[in-house]
T-cell receptor
Framework: AQSVTQLDSHVSVSEGTPVLLRCNYS??????LFWYVQHPNKGLQLLLK??????LVKGINGFEAEFKKSETSFHLTKPSAHMSDAAEYFC????????????FGKGTRLSVIA | NAGVTQTPKFRVLKTGQSMTLLCAQD?????MYWYRQDPGMGLRLIHY???????AKGEVPDGYNVSRLKKQNFLLGLESAAPSQTSVYFC????????????FGNGTRLTVT
């Protein structure tokens, strides 16, 4: 069975400093991995996805994530945080064509301090 | 192209009342899902469907029923609402293919008093 662990429930950074949100996964198969963002009182929006084409994946709003099979990790990074990045971020894993639902991490709340 | 549309956006129920949440998608997606989101709990899967006429239980199905009579619609029913069902409910859909992402609606905020 697959699982996802987001290692921090809350991360706080200053505006203009780097962002690192950590995600580890467990899967018996080669996974697809996704990061979603949820701004307050909004739905979830896809940030980026890994599908084995390239280990470094670029997403929207300057975010990127690196798939490391040896570490079973898929950490999300951004070089310079902006106030508008304050949101909840979810790491998600998929292992088959869809008959098995995707598995969500519990989320990391990112705060950005001016 | 509306994507995934949830109705209603807000609802207040009294304990014991019933209601149906509607999810509609116009992307011809095969799979549809209902999640609930509670503080500190992330998203938890209630029920899902892998095609028209099919449904399956997720992680927290008790107290809910679903139907997928048409491919584009996925209904979530609460037969007898309880305060523990106060939550934000999200519907999502995705096409076939394991690397296909979920597309989410904007949520329904339900309060049961």
């Amino acid at each position: 069975a697959q699982s996802v662990t987001q290692l921090d429930s809350h991360v706080s950074v200053s505006e203009g400093t780097p962002v690192l949100l950590r995600c580890n996964y467990s899967s018996s198969y080669s996974p697809s991995l996704f990061w979603y963002v949820q701004h307050p009182n909004k739905g979830l929006q896809l940030l980026l996805k890994y599908t084995s084409a390239a280990t470094l994946v670029k997403g929207i709003n300057g975010f990127e994530a690196e798939f490391k099979k040896s570490e079973t990790s898929f950490h999300l990074t951004k070089p310079s945080a902006h106030m508008s990045d304050a949101a909840e971020y979810f790491c998600v894993v998929s292992v088959d064509s869809g008959n098995t639902p995707l598995v969500f991490g519990k989320g990391t709340r990112l705060s950005v301090i001016a | 192209n509306a994507g995934v549309t949830q109705t209603p956006k807000f609802r207040v129920l009294k304990t014991g009342q019933s209601m149906t949440l509607l999810c509609a998608q116009d992307m011809n997606h095969e799979y549809m899902y209902w999640y609930r989101q509670d503080p500190g709990m992330g998203l938890r899967l209630i029920h899902y469907s892998v095609g028209e006429g099919t449904t399956a239980k997720g992680e927290v199905p008790d107290g809910y029923n679903v139907s997928r009579l048409k491919k584009q619609n996925f209904l979530l029913g609460l037969e007898s609402a309880a305060p523990s069902q106060t939550s934000v409910y999200f519907c999502a859909s995705r096409p076939t293919g394991f690397n296909s992402p979920l597309h989410f609606g904007n949520g329904t905020r339900l309060t049961v008093t």
